[in-house]
């Protein structure tokens, strides 16, 4: 089969691989599509660890490759001796987290933050690719979803990401009437901010560096207002439309140091931060006042990953139209032009791009 391998950083080559191995209790899908995510972008600039098996790289005559992708959907291609819940040709979409199942996180219902996590895309082989092997822990865990006809295979590949969302956003705890701030108008901080909207968040700012993907956003019409942070001062914008009092919610939507520390400023008394993008590794630390935390009483949340309920509510939140997961998707290449694709994403000029391998 085919499959693009990140080599180096900045690099993808779309080579011949064989076709991956099903496990008795799992299932190999063939891929329809699979969307690009910000962690994602993030290795692709970085370069990362090989994933997949060494015979793989001999074949292709490569020393060294990462397979990521892992908001996908696809079709059921086979199934293995053991695996009795699906048949081939069933569409499904898959929850690329594979928790453990056994450690203290996993017990205490917080699978996404297992201490064992493994992934699809990133420990092992992912679905940028035309084939994908789906493994029996991640049937056991109830991470393979039939799809409704109603839903597209684009649609499908943005059940991840929106689950992640969901994630940050019990995080956030947002009531009725109270002011959210999301900074990054990427596909993740638009989504951020029309699930404020649903939780009746009044108003929903969204603020971007880039006023191309602004503008993009601004056509979704997910945020009651947008700050162009190239243009306008962040905090001054933000502190003129709240009276002077800042957001009650601040959601950093983006991978930036200096959005995270700014948040402080851009939260009122008695506020929350979500911290929702990762941040690359050699720009990590961060500064933040202690005061500002301790007497201002401002609560500061991590948001990683999924939990398998996310994952489902997600589907029916897709599902319903409630979230119009379609209008999220600007870009689609084949996997030959997976490499203009995250060209796409690093320039900033698209929003959700999806990589159609089949």
């Given amino acids: 089969m085919k499959a693009a391998l990140l080599t180096a950083p900045n690099k993808m080559e779309v080579v011949r691989v ?13 891929v329809q599509a699979c969307a690009i995510c910000g962690s994602d972008v993030r ?15 001999a074949g292709a005559g490569l020393e060294s490759g990462r397979l990521m992708g892992h908001e996908f959907s696809g079709v059921i291609e086979s199934v293995g001796e053991r ?8 569409r499904v979409a898959v ?4 928790p453990c199942g056994r450690c203290h996180s996993c017990l205490a219902g917080r699978e996404n933050i297992c201490e064992d996590f493994r992934g ?11 084939f994908v092997a789906v493994p029996e822990a991640a049937l056991r865990a109830g991470n393979v979803h039939r799809l409704p006809d109603s839903l597209s295979p684009d649609e499908g590949a943005l059940i991840d990401p929106l689950a992640s969302v969901l994630n940050g956003q019990e995080k956030a705890d947002i009531r009725p009437g109270e002011s959210v701030l999301v900074i990054g108008a990427g596909p993740i901080g638009c989504m951020h901010a029309a699930l404020a909207r649903l939780s009746g968040a009044v108003p929903v700012i969204l603020a971007q560096r880039s006023a191309p993907r602004l503008e993009l956003a601004r056509r979704l019409e997910c945020a009651d207002a ?26 950093v939507a983006c991978p930036s140091r200096q959005a995270q520390e700014q948040s402080l400023a851009l939260v009122g008394r008695g506020g929350r ?7 690359p590794r050699s720009d990590a630390l961060i500064t933040v006042n202690g005061n500002d935390i301790h007497y201002r009483e401002i609560t500061i949340h991590g948001a990683f990953a999924i939990r398998p309920s996310h994952f489902a509510t997600s589907l029916k939140l897709i599902a319903s139209g409630r979230v119009p997961a379609r209008k999220y998707v600007t870009n689609a290449f084949p996997l030959d032009g997976i490499g203009e694709a995250f ?10 791009v999806v990589i159609h391998p089949s």
């Fill in 273 to 279: 931060i979500v911290m929702f993008g990762g941040l």
């Fill in 120 to 130: 699809l895309g990133q420990h092992l082989p992912g679905a940028y690719a035309e």
């Fill in 83 to 90: 695996c009795t819940e699906f048949a081939r040709g069933e």
């Fill in 18 to 30: 064989p076709f991956p191995e099903c496990e008795p209790g799992g299932i190999v899908v063939r």
């Fill in 95 to 98: 929850s690329p987290s594979l």
């Fill in 343 to 352: 060209s796409a994403e690093v320039l900033k000029r698209s929003l959700k």
């Fill in 226 to 251: 947008y700050i162009d942070t190239g243009r306008e001062d962040l905090c001054s914008a933000v502190l003129g439309l709240t009276g002077g009092r800042g957001c009650d919610v601040v959601i």
């Fill in 43 to 57: 290795t692709y600039l970085q370069g990362g660890e090989t994933n997949v098996p060494r015979e793989w790289l």
